[in-house]
């Protein structure tokens, strides 16, 4: 398996503050991976790095063998990376549909009018959303603007899709709805990064999971290897909490 | 699109017939109308489609005035001269655009109004070439009559104005309309989505431009004399903004609808108000911001929905 | 030294210019509205100092304490009757409203005062003093010492008083203060208010160095955008660096370039900050 999306020593700073630090990663084709640490490690820093909306301060991104470190957000979107926001942003003034088409006109490709509407109610029937083409996007649930954001996602045809805290906000039976989702994507042969808190969805979908914590990133395996790693424990639960753990298992 | 184009048939048509009225006074008036047209729906493109506040016409006017007129100073023919006014207004803008187009709100609307303001000085004080502060003379083209000449202005800026229009039309229905839209809605999300948000707004700006900058050329041969504050007057970056808030700025025909209606009303206190002319203006233009932002059109659709069964 | 004489030359205009950018600054900085009608009301507090000198014969250092409270409830009032509506409106409508207003009382003062310019001209006047090389005329310097201390009273009830707090808090972070208990909208008001009484109570000033046209609002207008856009949003001390630079850099301008270039300057100068550094000298940002 060919590695998608290389990291070599990605580091970025804002003034003083190193938000990402000096992290290497590297993503197979078809994998699905979990991007996990405690609030504030850098994880969506990380993905606005990959996706161009930060440039990285220091390090390279490789995407499918090239480097796209200095590439701007729609230069990335156009070569196969899409990315959902955690908190869910859809043109307001458009309806649903239009949304989605916007999506596949500009990174799928597609061009305007029918190839892109046609495109879009195809993604917009696998999300479930089709009866809802015509309405505005502003109208939405939030658990609908989730779908949405998938919707346009997918239509970007991305061969890298990169989910930022999906399941924020949504109730059980919805977070199972999204795993369905993210499976039959995975299935499909995308390539899957996902940013979550929720380690029912992480253990469930991920084949591996990564660790990043004040930047950087400090564990990388296997999920249940992961959970059980003292250093992840001491980064969520705290240095003594990790102590009194070693010291019960004797 | 289709529906669009025809209503804009008939009622350019409808227009073309005006002049066998046989006033000087309607085609005078006429004549205005369409210029401003011009004007409301160029700052259209940048204004309303893409959402950015720009008060550049102004700016784009007065070059377009003063090219044209220097070209024809030269010995160039009209018809030359004003499209090399609009090639060198487009030029201008794609320029000037790519520099401003990063600032956003305030800082862009302040860039864009200062602009025409640092042009005009920079005419003024090109005396050799443009007559400075002392104005500009234009050739009186060769026609058999005060009317024929009348006549021939009002039927190039109608040409102006179907040309605009119809510029106006495509955009809105292809992908670059689209992609200001989305631009307008939300930039840091259409740019994630692949819309190269740079090219987009500085076409947008392009455009804007260019039709003003002709408009700008044909002005100054309509009144064969031209000053740096009469061209370069912010006025017309407003009235351009203000017509299509009255007309509403989502439609197709609400800037030349604005522009009829602003420019009727207009010409009723200018004939009634001279002393107060300004001040109506400006009390015109308070009035509609705070109670009609939307739009002429918008009424019609709020009696509508006040009216009908729903 | 010529040089120096330049220089204080632009020091004096700058200690001016600083106070009419202040209110300016402050409303664009806490509001996000942009008062095109500064300017006029500039021009407004000039003639109020004028005819108040021609009429009964009160100084216009007098005047500036007449001028204070009437710009402040001119202001005020104002804002609650009208801007207040469009608070939130995206800049195009707060741009052209204060436009059209600015039209009309444009046009009011011109029925009023007649549109030929006016030049209040002290009895006794003033004269000038020698400081080593360089001359200055003791109403400019006045001026300015006056100048400064209105900015410095603004600094102090920003700073000091309670309502400045909460003036400077609404600035931060809108929606925090409304928590903390800030009545915004009073804020706005009286944020508002400040700007235009700044206005009001430098007109006199100005009719002391400056001739007064109904139609000069626009000149000051622009200036206090330049000095907005050097010195940052919303912060008297920035007004104050932003009317510094400009006052030197138009007397600078003016010796190498003409005095007829000096708005071109000026605009260049705005246009290339705008570019390079646009959260101003001092680095703090306004509204986007």
């Known amino acids: ?250 | 699109m289709k529906r669009d184009a025809w209503i804009a048939v008939v009622l350019f048509a409808l227009v073309a017939l005006l002049p066998l009225s046989g006033e000087a006074y309607w085609l005078r008036l006429g004549t205005t109308v369409l210029m401003y047209g011009v004007l409301a729906m160029s700052w259209n493109f940048i204004g309303g489609m893409a959402g950015y506040p720009s008060f550049a016409v102004a700016a784009f006017f007065g070059l377009g005035a003063y090219t044209g007129a220097v070209a024809q100073k030269f010995g160039v023919p009209p018809g030359l001269a004003w499209a090399s006014a609009g090639l060198t207004a487009l030029l201008f803008a794609a320029l000037l655009g790519l520099a401003l187009l990063r600032l956003r709100g305030h800082y862009f609307a302040i860039a864009s109004l200062v602009v025409a303001e640092v042009l005009r000085e920079l005419v003024n004080s090109m005396t050799d070439l443009t007559g400075g502060g002392m104005g500009l003379n234009l050739p009186i083209p060769a026609m058999s009559s005060v009317d024929a000449q009348a006549r021939y202005f009002f039927y190039v800026m109608l040409l102006l104005a179907v040309a605009t229009f119809a510029a106006m039309l495509f955009t809105r229905y292809s992908k670059l309309g689209f992609g200001l839209r989305c631009i307008q809605q939300n930039e840091s999300a259409a740019d994630m989505l692949g819309v190269d948000t740079t090219l987009y707004k500085v076409s947008a700006f392009a455009l804007s431009g260019v039709f003003v900058g002709v408009a700008g050329a044909v002005y100054a041969s309509w009144v064969y004399y031209i000053e740096p504050p009469d061209v370069f007057d912010v006025l017309f970056s407003v009235k351009a903004i203000v017509m299509v808030l009255l007309g509403g700025a989502g439609s197709m025909f609400g800037p030349l609808v604005g522009a009829a209606a602003f420019l009727s009303l207009e010409e009723l206190v200018w004939r009634n108000y001279l002393d107060v002319h300004t001040g109506v203006l400006g009390l015109m233009i308070v009035v509609l911001v705070l109670f009609l932002p939307k739009g002429l059109l918008s009424l019609s659709q709020r009696l509508g929905r006040r009216g009908g069964a729903r | 030294m010529l040089y120096f004489q330049i220089l204080a030359n632009g020091l004096v205009l700058g200690g001016l210019y600083a106070c009419i950018a202040s209110g300016f600054s402050l409303v664009w900085g806490v509001l996000n509205v942009i008062n095109i009608l500064h300017g006029s009301f500039i021009v407004l507090g000039a003639y109020l100092a004028y005819f108040a000198y021609l009429k009964a014969g009160i100084h216009p250092f007098l005047s500036i304490v007449i001028a204070i409270p009437a710009f402040f409830a001119i202001g005020y009032g104002l804002q609650r009757l009208m801007i207040n509506r469009i608070i939130a409106a995206p800049v195009l409508l707060t741009l052209t409203l204060t436009f059209g207003l600015d039209l009309m009382l444009q046009n009011a003062m011109i029925l009023a005062f007649t549109a030929d310019f006016k030049k209040l001209v002290l009895d006794p006047p003033l004269g000038t003093i020698a400081l080593g090389q360089v001359v200055m005329p003791v109403d400019r310097i006045a001026a300015m010492v006056l100048a400064l201390a209105l900015t410095g009273m603004l600094y102090l009830i920003l700073s000091r008083s309670r309502i400045g707090r909460a003036i400077v808090a609404v600035r931060m972070d809108r929606e925090a203060a409304a928590l903390m208990g800030v009545n915004v909208a009073r804020i706005y008001a009286v944020t508002f208010g400040l700007g235009v009484m700044m206005a009001g109570a430098s007109g006199p000033l100005l009719a002391m160095i400056f001739p007064i046209s109904p139609l000069g609002g626009p000149a000051y207008l622009g200036k206090a955008f330049v000095i907005c856009v050097l010195g940052g949003l919303g912060s008297v001390p920035g007004a104050m660096i932003g009317g510094l630079v400009l006052g030197v850099v138009e007397s600078f301008g003016a010796l190498w370039f003409g005095p007829e270039h000096a708005i071109t300057l000026s605009f260049t100068l705005l246009i290339l900050m705008l570019l390079v550094r646009p959260q101003g000298l001092l680095g703090r940002k306004g509204y986007e």
């Open chain 1, 1 to 250: 398996m060919s590695a998608l999306l290389e990291l070599g020593g990605v580091t970025r700073r804002f003034g003083g503050l190193r938000a990402v630090s000096d992290v290497t990663l590297s993503v197979a084709q078809g994998e699905v991976v979990g991007l996990i640490g405690p609030n504030g490690a850098g994880k969506t820093t990380l993905v606005n790095v990959i996706t161009g909306v930060h440039p990285a301060s220091a390090g390279t991104v490789r995407f499918g063998g090239e480097d796209i470190t200095r590439l701007r957000p729609y230069q990335a979107a156009r070569r196969g990376i899409a990315r959902t926001f955690q908190i869910v942003q859809p043109f307001p003034g458009m309806t649903v549909l239009e949304n989605v088409a916007a999506a596949a006109m500009f990174a799928g490709g597609l061009s305007y009018g029918e190839p892109a509407r046609a495109e879009a109610m195809q993604h917009l029937r696998f999300v479930g959303l089709a009866e809802l083409a015509d309405q505005s996007a502003a109208a939405l649930t939030l658990a609908m603007r989730k779908r949405l954001e998938f919707a346009k996602g997918l239509a970007m045809r991305p061969k890298l899709l990169l989910l930022d805290e999906v399941n924020a906000g949504l109730n059980a039976a919805e977070v199972d709805q999204a795993l369905e989702l993210i499976r039959t994507i995975a299935a499909r042969g995308v390539t899957v990064l996902i940013i979550e808190h929720l380690m029912k969805v992480v253990l469930s979908l991920c084949s591996r999971i990564v660790v990043l914590h004040h930047g950087e990133l400090i564990a990388e395996g296997a999920p249940q290897a992961i959970i059980e790693d003292p250093r992840v424990i001491q980064a969520y639960l705290g240095k003594r909490y990790a102590k009194a753990q070693d010291e019960a298992r004797g």
